[in-house]
């Protein structure tokens, strides 16, 4: 009864291993079916191979190093040990011989060998692309300045050389260590220390011979390590790295051979004191060389004079991080301070004015939610920003994809089939421009409702989104069944998919193994499915991309894009590296290049990756490890091409390193004299670092408005600006960086300074207590600068939303030039008040009449005019007297010009 009991277990143990393997051969065969779909078989194989190759050359290493090592040690086990009471010696047999025979022992030591290959075998696996960049280094052009080497040995050589030092350091010291132990347990008795076995000695000794010379080499490849010392006034080797931790490093080298040649001469002796002498000799030389004598340097040479010892160090840090991260690239220009527009300004720069944006995305994304997701099981996921050509004028607007997320279908709805044949897809986008709002506050669209409705000349032909950045499981199109396209009225449309993304299902094997790598038995059984059906999976682009190229890093927000009447996502995609020798690192990395540009195309699911910066040696490595994956640029399709934009993680990334490092004075970096922060903001009620924003301005000198990212900046523990990056996104200009300074000695207001002022003025306080005491609450939006000409205007958003609605209403507009502050509710009118009303030259928000024509005078009249019946009907008495009196001396002077053009006409 027993034994049957047994059987079953044994059994189901045998099926539950069979389904293991059948699940992991699966997965293993529809990735490759996935891979091939879509052209990268070649990126599935290659790595595939890669990884098994490292693995069976590291793990066959491992294992025959250790078995031998072991195998020497079984013959210690069936030796007569040597017991000694009182005056009298005996010969007695090893107690493990009764237990463990030959043959058991080297059974034991072969599986324990190859488990534990195993082990080191998957940690070498991980270091695949290590080898690969290792086989396929590309060369910088540019040595260190120290040991002459090109900088490409630092990102493709010495990671792998670290690497396989420390992995066969590793593999030496788990071997001598398990050795070690082996004999300990082998002479339980301990009536004959193993210590006096010339035959114990001889191995240990060898062994500690090995790991001497491998320890010489890891001090040979750490004086390479010093371009990443972080014991200076700088990242990098200073002077007590180069004057005494180099010189340490190189005499321990050489200690570390002289200590293998006197451990081997102790196993010729048979004597364990010359290897256990050799290894307190290294430590104690370790010790004086490596941390007595670099402190001692520091501490006497260093520290009293330590800016003129520090200086030639400082100086290459700075240029070699300005290196790694493209700072050297940015152009510095000169921006004048306290300029101020006039009226005619605003309409030489109508374009920019066009184009500031009033919609902050956070409260976008919830309008959008409550205007345009229409049904539950939508979402719009993400609020991006980009450019189009709308009937003929360049809009700057904001764009979002209207997904499908089934985990919002009603419960009763999660059935297997609409989750994996019906509803299979998102539709349609919902665009709007960033500063056209409706009397109720709320955005003008540009592309609304299902089927996507337009009054522009851009147009939808394909609007199914079967692939995007919402989590989705698999799904099976063209099948019997129809597919949910949109739903209309009381009744849904259905569809058939027409493109070639995609697996074919094929016949029964096909489905079994989709059915296995799936865990979905129903796959199986379906009616619905035919051979012709093809299999959608991996449809989240984060994890579709990632599966092909996880060697690169991406930004956080890939974007959609209206291209040739279909949707594709756009994706930046970095080359990234720790390995840059003298870099300062910004969290993981120290290097950094926009290096690919990655489309996903939402009907297709077509992945295709594009090397915009074929200068960067990095992406060629890949290139080369990977000939069939990349494209150049140029192949790109025109109209993607036109809405690459620069990327907000690299951006802000060098707008932090450049904060610190556009000082190149070795004395002003020492001191951090003129170190920048990025500044902070208020958004909503809270004060939040500010974020890098797209806008369409003129450059100063520019002949046309163009798309652009901005990031100001401040002085440290000051919250006046002093300068501001611009990074150009348009044509030949795209990647070209600027930074524009203010004059160090004059005043520009930053942003935190020009939040205050808004909380300072009277009316505008006033009207915000108002609103928060009406059921309403008051978001204040992003405050954007904007150049226009060689002057700043500041705007910044007001939404209003109710308590009991979830929908922001875009109610206010603020705008500050020089000292004046307006709030209308568009923006239009915020300029109009701001430049018709008054010149921002007068504090008082007048300016002296004399000396305007008299059509300025009649529209600023008309002005004051209706801001005096505004004031009338909020109860403002002071603000309606300030508005007479200034409406009162334009009159007079109009009357004055009246009078004396009658006298010159009589």
Request: glycine share 8%; net charge positive; proline share 5%.
């Amino acid at each position: 009864m027993r034994a049957g009991r047994w059987l079953v277990y044994l059994f189901l143990g045998l099926l539950l291993v069979l389904y293991i393997l059948l699940g992991g051969a699966a997965h293993f065969y529809t990735d490759w079916l996935w891979f091939k779909s879509l052209g990268f078989q070649a990126v599935f194989w290659k790595t595939l191979l890669t990884k098994a190759g490292v693995r069976a050359v590291a793990g066959l290493a491992v294992f025959l190093f250790l078995f031998l090592n072991l195998w020497v040690t079984r013959r210690h086990f069936s030796r007569p040990l040597k017991v000694v009471a009182g005056e009298e010696q005996t010969l007695q047999l090893n107690p493990w011989f009764d237990v463990l025979s030959r043959r058991l022992l080297t059974l034991l030591f072969l599986f324990g060998s190859a488990a534990v290959a195993m082990i080191f075998s998957s940690l070498a696996g991980a270091k695949w692309l290590s080898w690969e960049q290792f086989l396929h280094p590309v060369g910088f052009g540019v040595q260190d300045p120290f040991f002459g080497k090109d900088l490409g040995f630092y990102l493709f050589s010495l990671p792998f050389y670290v690497f396989l030092y420390r992995f066969a350091f590793g593999v030496v010291l788990f071997t001598t260590l398990t050795v070690l132990l082996i004999y300990l347990l082998a002479d339980p008795l301990k009536g004959y220390g193993w210590w006096r076995s010339p035959w114990v000695v001889r191995h240990l000794a060898f062994l500690g011979a090995v790991l001497f010379v491998l320890k010489a080499w890891g001090y040979y490849l750490h004086q390479f390590l010093i371009y990443y010392s972080e014991r200076g006034a700088v990242f990098g080797p200073g002077y007590t790295d180069i004057h005494a931790s180099l010189l340490a490093i190189r005499v321990l080298c050489f200690v570390a051979l002289v200590m293998a040649l006197v451990s081997l001469y102790g196993g010729i002796r048979g004597s364990f004191s010359y290897p256990a002498g050799a290894v307190a000799v290294l430590v104690a030389a370790s010790f004086c060389l490596g941390v007595l004598y670099p402190a001692v340097v520091q501490k006497l040479v260093v520290e009293p004079n330590e800016l003129e010892r520090e200086r030639p160090y400082i100086e290459k840090a700075i240029a070699f991080t300005r290196m790694a991260y493209g700072l050297d690239a940015i152009e510095r220009r000169s921006f004048p301070a306290g300029k101020l527009l006039r009226p005619e300004d605003v309409a030489a720069n109508r374009d920019a004015f066009a184009n500031i944006r009033l919609w902050d995305w956070q409260p976008l994304k919830q309008t959008y939610s409550q205007l345009q997701e229409m049904r539950l099981y939508y979402q719009f996921h993400d609020i991006d920003i980009d450019r189009y050509r709308v009937n003929g004028e360049y809009r700057q607007v904001m764009v979002a994809a209207r997904e499908l997320n089934q985990e919002q279908l009603p419960q009763q709805a999660k059935t297997w089939v609409n989750r994996h044949l019906k509803y299979t897809h998102g539709y349609g986008i919902a665009m709007s421009p960033v500063n056209e709002v409706t009397p109720e506050g709320l955005p003008e669209f540009f592309f609304k409702d299902i089927p996507p409705q337009t009054t522009t000349d851009l147009k939808i032909t394909r609007p199914e989104i079967y692939f995007g950045e919402v989590e989705a499981p698999y799904i099976i199109v063209g099948t019997r069944t129809g597919e949910f396209d949109y739903p209309r009225g009381d009744a849904n449309v259905y569809t058939r998919y027409r493109g070639e993304g995609g697996v074919r299902l094929g016949g029964l094997g096909r489905r079994l193994m989709f059915a296995l790598s799936f865990q979905d038995y129903r796959l199986l059984l379906s009616r619905d499915v035919t051979r012709d059906s093809r299999v959608l999976y991996y449809r989240d682009i984060g994890r579709r991309v990632r599966k092909i190229a996880p060697f690169l890093r991406y930004d956080h927000d890939p974007y959609v894009v209206l291209a040739g009447g279909r949707l594709f996502y756009l994706w930046d995609a970095y080359t990234t590296s720790h390995w840059f020798p003298y870099a300062e690192p910004h969290g993981e990395f120290n290097y950094i290049r926009n290096a690919v540009k990655v489309v996903v195309d939402a009907y297709t699911g077509e992945v295709r990756f594009y090397i915009s910066d074929p200068g960067d040696p990095v992406v060629k490595s890949f290139a080369r490890i990977f000939p069939s994956l990349f494209a150049p640029l140029e192949e790109m399709p025109r109209e993607l091409k036109d809405h690459l934009r620069y990327p907000e993680d690299l951006f802000l990334v060098q707008a932090e390193m450049y904060a610190v490092y556009h000082m190149q004075d070795p004395q002003v970096f020492y001191n951090k004299e003129d170190k920048w922060v990025l500044p902070t903001e208020l958004f909503g009620a809270e004060e939040v670092r500010m974020e890098p924003y797209y806008v369409i301005t003129r450059l100063p000198g520019a002949k046309k408005p163009e798309f652009m990212l901005i990031m100001p900046f401040t002085p440290q523990n000051k919250k006046n600006m002093i300068a501001w990056l611009a990074a150009r996104c348009d044509g030949e200009n795209y990647g070209h960086l600027l930074v524009y300074e203010f004059p160090k000695q004059e005043l520009v207001y930053g942003p935190m300074q020009v939040e205050a002022r808004i909380n300072q003025d009277a009316q505008i306080s006033q009207q915000l207590t108002l609103w928060d005491q009406r059921g309403s609450r008051v978001i204040r939006g992003n405050l954007l600068i904007i150049p226009v000409k060689d002057a700043l205007i500041y705007v910044e958003p007001l939404y209003l939303q109710a308590e009991q609605s979830r929908m922001p209403e875009l109610r206010r507009v603020i705008v500050v030039h020089g000292d004046r502050i307006v709030m209308e509710s568009t923006l239009a009118a915020a300029l109009e008040r701001l430049f018709a009303a008054g010149s921002p030259r007068s504090p008082a928000g007048t300016m002296e009449a004399a000396g305007r024509s008299v059509a300025e005078l009649v529209g600023e009249a008309n002005a004051l005019y209706r801001r005096a019946e505004e004031a009338l009907r909020t109860g403002d008495w002071a603000g309606y007297g300030k508005n007479l009196s200034a409406l009162k001396e334009i009159l007079t002077e109009l009357e004055k010009r009246t009078r004396a053009a009658d006298k010159v006409y009589k």
